[in-house]
C-alpha cells in the first residue's frame, strides 16, 4: 500500500505504507486513520517531532560499534542492501512540512 502526501506548497510525496504509518505516527498522528491531516497550526510541532526522531536515530547511528558493522556485512546489509536511516526516510516529508509552514497550508494524506 502507498501514501500519498499532499500540500499546495510542494510536490506530492510518496511512500510505502508501513514507512508513513511510521512518519505519521512521530509527527503525532494517529497512524491507524487512512486519512489525515496536519493544519498549519500544527506543523511547528510536527517538524519539530519529526526532527528529534531523526536527531535520536543518528545519535543511536553513530554508537553503532564495529561488531555491529561486521554483523552487518556478514548479513549482506552494506550498500545497495543497506537500510534506509530515518533521516533519509523522513526528509522528503520534512521538507514539504517545512514549505507548508512557510506558505501557511496543510499536509494532508489519505485524501
Excluded at 22 to 34: E, F, Q, T, V, W
Excluded at 44 to 70: F, N, S, V, Y
Amino acid at each position: 500500500m502507498l501514501t500519498t502526501f499532499k500540500s499546495d506548497a510542494s510536490a506530492d510525496v510518496i511512500m510505502f505504507g508501513d514507512a508513513a504509518k511510521a512518519l505519521i505516527k512521530l509527527m503525532g498522528k494517529d497512524a491507524s486513520d487512512s486519512k489525515g491531516i496536519v493544519t498549519p497550526e500544527q506543523l511547528p510541532d510536527a517538524i519539530a517531532r519529526l526532527k528529534a526522531a531523526i536527531e535520536e536515530d543518528r545519535q543511536r547511528q553513530a554508537q553503532r560499534t564495529e561488531a555491529d558493522e561486521a554483523a552487518d556485512v556478514e548479513a549482506g546489509r552494506t550498500g545497495m542492501a543497506a537500510p534506509v536511516g530515518l533521516a533519509q526516510r523522513a526528509w522528503p516529508l520534512l521538507d514539504m512540512l517545512e514549505q507548508a509552514q512557510r506558505d501557511k497550508v496543510p499536509v494532508v494524506w489519505g485524501v
